[in-house]
């Protein structure tokens, strides 16, 4: 009895030491850690707050409850907390951005939580009620796509002067994100983008291949009116891949994205550009006018803001325009009375300008007045 | 009793009136006996110091150009405008204080001209018009108010000739022109709205005939007729001669003399006015302007006044009445009615703000006018509101004070703070028609401090009062701490010049041998 006993003992002794001096001491590590029943975890709960209103009334609350170990004691110590998105599987985890830059570290816009725990005042001592790490709402959060997100919530607790993790503890959950994720929103920005240059490519009339100056007039524009490009190569990239394929063109696809992903402004941005191309050339011809008025019937855009915008660009840019009474909103089927109040209305703008402090807005409205008098005068000498 | 005095401060003519002794206005004619003077500068190369203004300074320009200034009044305001002579940069307002210093020296024979009403074009912005004050400070006159030209002529119309109703003042002088259109009943004269053009005038018309010069020069010589600023000076005063011509004849004959030989000329009226077309065009869609404004048809324009030079081309007079279906009425003197007209409203002035500097004759000769001036622009604030479209902020201008609104006149509008914790806000105050902020002219920007740890949306009232002698006032109030940031300013006030340059300069002025 006492031999099997002993030759038991010995047995169990010998596999525990073949195991803590092999690969498998963690597996190990985490069987004896979940026996101990002061270990150091976390949870995830999810709380709605029906006083807010819908879509910013779901809230995360994130607890740790155990054994904090220490070297000595008195450790000041902070908390930190973390999320990955594993739903591609945890070697292939996305980044979790935050909205709010309360959550969010210096240098991105990845989700990273910090803040003062305080002192564990001896070796191993234990939390022993619930503590919240952080409480944040849901929506603050983005996630790389759409749809059912597996997320891991990492608190570790970490020596305050050293930054060395002390404790750690995961808990995974799984969250619906409704919204359309980062990446889906690059893809799609750089889909917008594309397209407003394909719509200035087609406003200027010209073929391809087209010159430096005005790839480099389009890179410049993808530069400024946008932050998804980390360099103007990656920008002139995507400009040569559309000059190369310009003659291939759809020009009712371009405008259908910009309608149907872009935000308010970006058809107006897709407007600027073009305007900008066509007085690019120094001479703005009816052709490009006519092309510059069928992409604003197909995006969609009054009247009223295409002249505004037109004169504004295209006016101040000092280029020939070959028919400048459409820039005024003067079309030859127009009625007297239509006519005249047209240009009325239109000398009443630019006659108010004409006192700018601006020199150069001074000698626009200059030029502007003598261009609406010449246009009135050869229609009424073509009456007469 | 000092005398009251208005002056024409013209682009191309200037003339000074003063009210007589039962309150009417009468013109003084300058020393050489005439009753308009030129606005022309010359600063003579051989007498060191001496300065002609008048007949002179145009006779001497053609012998060299580069020391003569005229139309000045086109550039007032324009800070980046000199005229360097002698190691001295010339402003618009120093000139123009040389051509009122001539007509106070020469006015002041029988009286002292100290109290004057200058005029200004009704377009003038408020940078021209303290330009214009200040060019009557350095002459040494005490300026006490600023009228528009076409109210001028238009109070001068009203006290002396028999005009009554809906009225039409057409004001084409040598380098602007207004129209105005007004309600006169008996001596009470309303102000229903002005619109100007700052660069259509005799000036415009003489350089369409230059053209017509260099044309046929070209032709024939295949070269240019001018080939320097002597030239230019010397077609620029034939032009404006057979400009004149054309008023009274038919055609007129003249011999050019390039480097490339002569050339005998004829210009009709004709061709003339085939030259001016586009010029006439700018007046016709101005009095369209003016009547849209005023909600009026053509139909309802009981007279038309003519004002300034350019009214006497046969023309004008004729399309006017071809528009309007009656013959326009001429003053006595087109080139002086404004002048006239300026100094009733010194009058009017002084008699509303110091009475006691007015003598009884000449309170009683003003005890029926009245008159009801009207905004000239339209002032407002930068504001972002959400785009209906786009459903973004954008940039805007908000009108607050709408142009041609009787004074005195008020006006509120309400404004939101744009985020939370808002602890400040850009108060800019505008003025100018225009929607785009970027057309507009910001004549002041002041920092209104907000209760901190506030939500958004909190509401600001801005108030923008404008009284009878065009003083502004500007209140922002935010009503949930009461705090009010308060501004104001008159015409006049906030120029280019610093009270301490003006002194400097008005000192220079009043040593300047001015003949």
Redesign the interface.
Same mark, same amino acid.
């Given at each position: 009895m006492m031999i099997g006993i002993f030759v038991t003992g010995f047995v169990l002794a010998a596999g525990f030491a073949a195991v803590w001096f092999s690969p498998r001491r963690g597996g190990l590590l985490q069987i004896l850690s979940a026996l101990d029943r002061f270990r150091f975890i976390s949870r995830v709960e999810q709380l709605t707050d029906e006083s807010l209103p819908s879509g910013e009334d779901q809230f995360f609350r994130v607890k740790m409850i155990g054994r904090i170990p220490t070297e000595e004691d008195n450790v000041d110590t902070d908390m930190q907390l973390e999320i990955q998105d594993i739903t591609e599987g945890r070697s292939h985890p996305q980044q979790v951005l935050s909205a709010d830059e309360q959550y969010r570290s210096e240098n991105n816009a990845g989700f990273h939580f910090i803040r003062h725990n305080g002192i564990v005042p001896e070796k191993n001592s234990v939390l022993a009620r619930w503590a919240t790490v952080a409480q944040f709402p849901c929506h603050i959060l983005r996630f790389s796509h759409r749809g059912r997100r597996k997320l891991m919530f990492c608190v570790s607790v970490l020596e305050a002067e050293t930054g060395r993790k002390l404790t750690a503890a995961q808990k995974m959950i799984e969250y619906v994100y409704c919204s359309d994720g980062y990446r889906e929103v690059h893809s799609r920005r750089c889909d917008i983008l594309k397209s407003c240059i394909e719509l200035a490519v087609f406003s200027c009339g010209q073929t391809p291949p087209f010159s430096r100056d005005i790839q480099s007039l389009w890179t410049t524009w993808l530069q400024e009116k946008s932050d998804l490009f980390t360099s103007a190569e990656e920008a002139e990239g995507m400009v040569e891949q559309i000059a190369e394929n310009a003659s291939a063109l759809a020009l009712e696809a371009s405008a259908e994205t910009l309608l149907a992903y872009g935000?308010?402004?970006d058809v107006?941005l897709a407007l600027e550009l073009a305007l900008q191309t066509a007085g690019f050339y120094g001479n703005v011809t009816l052709d490009m006018y006519q092309r510059l008025a069928r992409i604003v019937k197909m995006l969609q855009i009054?009247q009223d803001?295409f002249l505004?915008m037109a004169q504004?660009v295209l006016l101040s840019s000092g280029c020939h325009i070959e028919e400048p009474s459409y820039l005024l909103g003067i079309s030859p089927d127009m009625d007297e009375a239509s006519f005249?109040k047209r240009?009325?209305e239109e000398?009443?703008?630019w006659?108010?300008?004409?006192?700018?402090?601006d020199?150069q807005?001074r000698d626009q409205a200059?030029r502007v007045?003598?261009l609406?008098?010449?246009i009135?005068?050869q229609r009424?000498?073509t009456c007469s | 009793m000092s005398t009251i005095a208005g002056i024409d401060l013209g682009t191309t003519f200037s003339a000074l009136a003063r009210l007589n002794g039962i309150g009417r206005p009468e013109i003084v004619p300058n020393c050489e006996g005439e009753r308009i003077t030129p606005s022309a500068v010359y600063f003579e190369e051989e007498e060191a110091g001496m300065i002609r203004v008048g007949l002179e300074a145009v006779n001497c320009r053609q012998l060299n150009p580069e020391r003569a200034v005229r139309w000045i009044k086109r550039y007032m305001?324009d800070q980046?405008w000199k005229k360097s002579i002698d190691g001295h940069d010339w402003t618009p307002q120093e000139i123009s204080g040389l051509i009122l210093k001539k007509l106070k020296q020469d006015c002041s024979i029988e009286s002292p001209i100290h109290d004057v009403v200058i005029s200004v074009p009704a377009?003038?912005?408020e940078?021209?018009r303290k330009a214009t004050m200040d060019a009557g400070t350095l002459a040494g006159l005490n300026v006490i108010g600023i009228v528009n030209e076409p109210v001028a002529a238009a109070l001068y119309y009203a006290t002396t000739q028999n005009v009554n109703g809906r009225v039409l003042v057409y004001d084409l002088g040598g380098g602007t022109f207004d129209v105005t259109i007004l309600d006169i009943d008996g001596q009470e004269i309303n102000i229903v709205c002005s619109?100007?053009?700052?660069?259509l005038g005799g000036v415009d018309f003489d350089k369409k005939i230059i053209e017509l010069f260099e044309e046929v020069y070209r032709k024939e010589h295949n070269a240019e007729l001018i080939q320097n600023e002597q030239d230019r000076a010397k077609y620029e005063d034939e032009a404006e001669d057979v400009k004149k011509t054309l008023s009274r004849r038919n055609s007129v004959r003249k011999i050019l003399y390039g480097t490339a030989g002569s050339v005998r000329v004829e210009i009709t009226r004709e061709q003339y006015v085939k030259a001016i077309?586009?010029?006439i065009?700018?007046t016709?869609?101005?009095i369209? +302007?003016a009547l849209?404004e005023a909600k009026s048809s053509v139909s309802d324009i009981q007279k038309v006044l003519l004002v300034g030079g350019s009214t006497r081309m046969p023309v004008v007079q004729q399309r006017l009445k071809e528009k309007f279906g009656f013959e326009p009425e001429i003053a006595v003197n087109v080139d002086e009615c404004v002048a006239l007209g300026a100094a009733i409203h010194a009058g009017l002035t002084l008699l509303r703000d110091h009475p006691k500097k007015v003598s009884k004759g000449i309170a009683a000769g003003l005890k029926e006018v009245r008159l009801r001036d009207v905004c000239n622009h339209s002032y407002g604030t930068i504001c972002a509101p959400i785009?209906e479209?786009?459903?973004?902020h954008v940039i805007r201008n908000s009108i607050i004070l709408e142009k041609n609104t009787p004074l005195p006149c008020e006006a509120t509008q309400t404004f939101y703070t744009m985020s939370d914790g808002q602890t400040e806000l850009q108060a800019t105050i505008t003025q100018?028609?225009?929607e785009?902020p970027?057309? +507009?002219?910001k004549i002041a920007t002041e920092i209104f401090t907000l209760p901190a740890d506030r939500p958004s949306n909190r509401p600001i009232h801005v108030r923008y009062s404008y009284d009878v002698n065009q003083r502004m006032h500007c209140q922002f109030l935010d009503e949930e701490s009461g705090r009010t940031l308060e501004v104001e300013f008159c015409v006049g006030e906030n120029g280019q010049m610093a009270p301490a340059e003006i002194q400097q300069a008005a000192e220079a002025i009043n040593a300047a041998n001015v003949q």
């Open positions: 935000q308010g402004t107006f009054r803001r505004a504004k005249r240009l009325n000398y009443r703008k006659n108010a300008r004409v006192t700018h402090p020199a807005i200059d007045l003598t609406i008098a010449n009135r005068t009424f000498q | 305001g980046n377009h003038f912005d940078a021209r619109q100007g053009d700052h660069a077309e586009s010029l065009a700018r016709e869609i101005l369209e +302007v849209e785009d479209e786009t459903g973004r100018g028609e225009d785009d970027d057309f +507009v002219n």
